[in-house]
């Protein structure tokens, strides 16, 4: 079955999709496993949060504090796993329309 003269038009100014360098397909798993890798080793209880903040910065924190910050974290991470799979989504559903 042949395209009509319009479909070949629309195809020549639109071209498929680009192949990625290694490095942008590096960033993108990156952006990806990132919240995910957080969401895994985010310790569950705020007295591991306030011993993990003492030990890497030297500081402490109260346990109010250490709960809050936590509860920052997932909610941050959720987030952004949302923002990415609305933005691949959107990518995704980008409809060429036939311009005449």
């Not at 985010?42 to 949060?49: G, T």
């Not at 402490?60 to 709960?67: E, H, P, R, V, W």
């Amino acid at each position: 079955m042949n395209a009509h003269r319009c479909c070949h038009h629309v195809a020549a100014q639109h071209p498929g999709p680009r192949s990625l360098t290694p490095l942008q397909r590096f960033y993108l798993a990156v952006k990806w496993a990132a919240p995910g890798a957080i969401l895994m080793v985010m310790p569950k209880c705020p007295m591991c949060i306030v011993a993990y903040v003492a030990l890497f910065t030297g500081m402490g924190i109260s346990l109010s504090t250490a709960a809050h910050l936590r509860m920052l974290v997932l909610i941050l991470c959720l987030i952004s796993i949302l923002f990415l799979a609305a933005k691949s989504a959107a990518g995704r559903r980008r409809v060429v329309s036939p311009r005449f």
